[in-house]
């Protein structure tokens, strides 16, 4: 099945830093990639996602890139601020036809200190 | 415009007992995906329903089942409840559309289960 690394498992930057989490997989085929952002009791929000004909996406201080041929993606935060402060999941998933199972990373607990 | 829904939020239940979850999709939305979230680990693949069948199982033992009602709205069980089996149980919802494999999922609150 399909297997999903994430590094580093905790990050802490300064507020203003970047911060770059990243992710590996394994199954070529697939085709989607998400990131969600988990606060502490809350449900998983998606924050970015990037499908697998796009390099690369931005979304005001977030970005996402993906490298198929190395089979990696990576979430990058610009000039954090202490509200990105947060466990934060990257995920994939192959076509299926309607089938939705995304496959998770192990998460990465992001502190962002003043 | 109502997100996923989830109820209850929290439950606690003794080893051996059987327990239902609830999630109510986003409007519009006709699949329903199950998740299991352990402390400090990432969300584990359950089921997916869409349409009312079953589309996807994850590595989970039988004591878990679930179904998808004609409003799209699903139910999770689990009997013979297990210690292990406390988790945070996240129900997604999506709209897969024909011909197109990377539907966006958004999630509930989750119920809290803990099994004492």
């Known amino acids: 099945g399909e297997n999903v690394e994430q590094h580093p498992s905790t990050l802490s930057v300064q507020e203003g830093d970047s911060a770059v989490i990243k992710c590996t997989y394994s199954?070529?085929?697939?085709?989607?990639f998400p990131w969600y952002k988990q606060e502490l009791g809350k449900r998983p929000q998606l924050i970015i996602d990037?499908?697998?004909?796009?390099g690369e996406k931005k979304d005001q201080r977030i970005a996402v890139t993906l490298n198929k041929t190395a089979k990696h993606f990576s979430l990058h935060i610009t000039e954090t601020q202490p509200e990105d402060s947060a466990v934060y999941f990257c995920?994939?998933?192959?076509?299926?036809?309607?089938?939705?199972?995304?496959?998770f990373g192990t998460g990465t607990r992001l502190q962002v200190t003043l | 415009d109502a997100g996923v829904t989830q109820s209850p939020t929290h439950l606690i239940k003794t080893r051996g007992q059987h327990v239902t979850l609830r999630c109510s999709p986003i409007?519009?939305?006709?699949?329903v995906s199950w998740y299991q979230q352990v402390l400090g680990q990432g969300p584990q693949f359950i089921f997916q329903?869409?349409?009312?069948?079953?589309?996807g199982r994850g590595n989970f033992p039988d004591r878990f089942s679930a179904r998808q009602f004609p409003n799209y709205s699903s139910e999770l069980n689990v009997n013979a409840l297990l210690l292990g089996d406390s988790a945070l149980y996240l129900c997604?919802?999506?709209?897969?559309?024909?011909?197109?494999?990377?539907?966006?999922?958004?999630f509930g609150p989750g119920t809290r289960l803990t099994v004492l």
């Open positions: 997604a919802s999506s709209s897969p559309l024909a011909g197109r494999n990377t539907d966006t999922q958004y």
């Open positions: 199954d070529s085929a697939s085709n989607y």
């Open positions: 990037i499908r697998s004909n796009v």
């Open positions: 995920a994939v998933k192959r076509p299926s036809g309607t089938a939705s199972k995304l496959t």
């Open positions: 409007s519009g939305h006709k699949s």
């Open positions: 329903y869409y349409e009312k069948e079953e589309r």
